[in-house]
């Protein structure tokens, strides 16, 4: 008689629970009664991770200052370098445990001390014969860290995008830039986002998309290096695309680094459509995201909250000042709701570098680089018959900025067409350290690199009488107006309109009066050229570094001005050069006092 369906399944399930005895024998007996006794237990409904970042490093290893030969000393008794950082993201891990931290920059990683330079023009990373160089120390100190992500900072193309991307190679983590797009197709260059796994035992994965925006700048700022490669849109336009697209790749948590500070301003005035510090225009205006990692700027907010105004949701930012000063601390709580699980809470803090020591694996890993570029920086290339010092740059004409001029006109000198030749040569420069000291005896590399700290480039452009001044008037909004009859007090003299000393220009070759009893606009008295008054048709080639050149702090009429003369040469080496060249540094063969401060028409100093 056929066996009807429903006798044939409980048939076999009947012989292979007996099958399944005899294989085991007696063991198989008292099998229900021990898992009756062990539940499987419940898989968690709430879980918690950290996201740790950095931003600004600057290649800053340790705490250590190539300009000054000593540990880098502030007025604030701050500490630098990501082996300090290395410390503090190792407690982190210890505390909350491995599988619970990522680790995230915000970019500006491969420039800004002698270090970084030395990889990028002694010993390049990229081989004269396009072969590999030596690995970058930022790399080895960060895959030692263990680096999920970094976004690209506007200082990652100084040295042009072949050293970017020997860099990008050399790194174990991606390097994310969704608005930095090839030209041509203007699809990404680089990686827009990665995601990274949070394992919670027993529940599903929480899935956290990192997303990394630039800064729209590089477009002006490194024109020389990205024109006709790169093009740079807004981070807002960016997110409102990519936000989306990983919520609907199922991320839990979406966590942004970006090159760009919070306060929504920019720099470059109208120069480009997309504002420069955009961090809390993309969190308030692209919904969507949890938190996001500032850069840029180099100031530290600890923690900033700003709404959406879509959701209504909070979104925290966090900005770690700079050079491995600090390290932010993203604290994440999240419960599981049907199946998903859903940020509860987002908590942002700093943490102080100059509370712990250096880590000893990133010392091992990284000491002979940093002797090797001690020992480079202390190379003497000449003398100097006195002492020049910088401390009063900001407010008075002082030899050492006649210097920089002076190397600047020479240059631009020597390239100039025979037609600009005959044109009146000047040149415009901002006192970038206040600690720069060249000294009297013997000078290094050193005493020359922390005069001129940025890698900037040299151009030679052409103004009118009339755009210089509206240009030397721009300047002149640095000084906090001064009625006549007050008293001048140089410590809150300067910095109006958080206006920083690297966007202040002097300019030589010309004479003027800045009058500070004045209100802006309405500063520059008696500008003249060899002692007769400019007139505004009359035309100047002016040497000028490419960051100015190329609309950087928003200078009028700079950017669009016609191009005289342009060269790849750093002013920083052209500068060590000069001293090279002459063997002894005399004041006397460029200093000249040709601007000053008054109060309506006294002098000030």
């Not at 770690?320 to 509860?344: A, H, I, N, S």
């Not at 013997?442 to 009118?464: C, F, P, Q, S």
């Not at 060899?530 to 009359?538: K, L």
Request: aromatic share 10%.
């Amino acid at each position: 008689m056929p066996v009807n369906p429903l006798n044939r399944r409980e048939f076999v399930k009947k012989s292979a629970v007996t099958g399944a005895a005899v294989a085991v024998g007696g063991v198989v007996a008292a099998a229900p009664a021990q898992a009756a006794d062990r539940k499987p237990p419940k898989p968690p409904r709430t879980w918690s991770f950290s996201i740790l970042g950095t931003t600004d490093l600057h290649s800053h290893v340790f705490d250590w200052d190539y300009y000054t030969d000593a540990a880098y000393k502030d007025s604030k008794g701050n500490s630098v370098g990501v082996a300090r950082v290395a410390t503090l993201v190792k407690q982190q891990r210890a505390a909350k445990g491995e599988d619970h931290v990522l680790l995230v920059d915000a970019g500006d990683i491969i420039q800004g001390t002698s270090l970084a330079y030395y990889y990028a023009r002694v010993d390049p990373i990229v081989a004269a014969d396009g072969k590999c160089g030596p690995k970058h120390p930022m790399a080895i100190a960060m895959n030692a860290m263990r680096y999920d992500a970094a976004a690209l900072g506007n200082h990652e193309f100084n040295y042009g995008i072949e050293t970017l991307r020997r860099f990008e190679q050399q790194c174990h983590f991606p390097l994310l830039g969704a608005n930095a797009l090839d030209a041509k197709t203007l699809r990404p260059a680089f990686q827009p986002y990665t995601v990274k796994r949070i394992r919670v035992p027993g529940a599903p994965d929480i899935k956290v998309g990192i997303l990394g925006l630039t800064n729209p700048g590089i477009a002006l700022w490194d024109k020389d290096n990205v024109a006709g490669k790169m093009a740079f849109t807004g981070l807002v336009e960016q997110a409102k695309k990519y936000v989306p697209r990983m919520r609907a790749l199922g991320c839990d948590v979406v966590f942004l680094t970006d090159h760009s500070g919070l306060d929504g301003s920019s720099s470059y005035g109208s120069e480009l459509p997309y504002v420069e510090n955009a961090s809390n225009l993309v969190a308030q205006q692209v919904p969507g995201i949890d938190a996001i990692l500032v850069g840029h700027t180099h100031t530290e907010v600890s923690s900033y909250t700003v709404t959406n105004t879509e959701t209504g949701k909070d979104v925290v930012l966090s900005e770690p000042y700079c050079y491995g000063m600090r390290l932010t601390v993203f604290d994440f709580e999240l419960e599981l709701v049907r199946g998903q699980w859903k940020v509860t809470s987002t908590k942002a803090q700093t943490l102080n570098s100059n509370t712990v020591e250096e880590d000893a694996e990133i010392t091992r890993l990284i000491k002979a680089d940093h002797d090797l570029v001690v020992k480079y920086v202390n190379t003497p290339v000449g003398t100097c018959t006195a002492d020049l010092s910088a401390a009063e740059a900001c407010w008075k004409d002082v030899p050492v900025m006649d210097f920089i001029h002076q190397v600047q006109m020479a240059a631009v000198a020597t390239g100039l067409s025979t037609a600009d030749a005959a044109l009146p040569l000047i040149s415009v420069a901002a006192p970038f350290s206040r600690t720069a000291d060249i000294p009297q005896g013997d000078v290094t590399i050193r005493d020359v690199a922390g005069l001129y700290i940025y890698d900037n480039t040299l151009y030679g452009k052409k103004l009118t009488g009339a755009q210089l001044k509206d240009y030397l008037e721009y300047a002149a909004k640095y000084y906090h107006q001064v009625p006549s009859g007050t008293a001048v007090d140089t410590a809150t003299l300067t910095n109006a309109n958080s206006f920083w000393d690297y966007m202040y220009d002097t300019a030589a070759g010309v004479s003027y009066e800045i009058d500070i009893a004045q209100p802006e606009g309405s500063r520059i008295k008696n500008l003249s050229y060899n002692g007769t008054a400019v007139a505004a048709d009359q035309v100047f080639v002016v040497a000028v570094n490419n960051y100015r050149a190329n609309g950087g702090s928003g200078y009028p009429h700079i950017a669009a001005a016609d191009i005289a003369y342009s060269s790849t040469n750093e002013i920083r080496q052209l500068v060590i050069d000069y001293v090279t060249a002459k063997g002894t540094l005399n004041p006397a063969d460029f200093a000249v006092a040709n601007w000053k401060l008054t109060q309506d028409g006294t002098p000030v100093f």
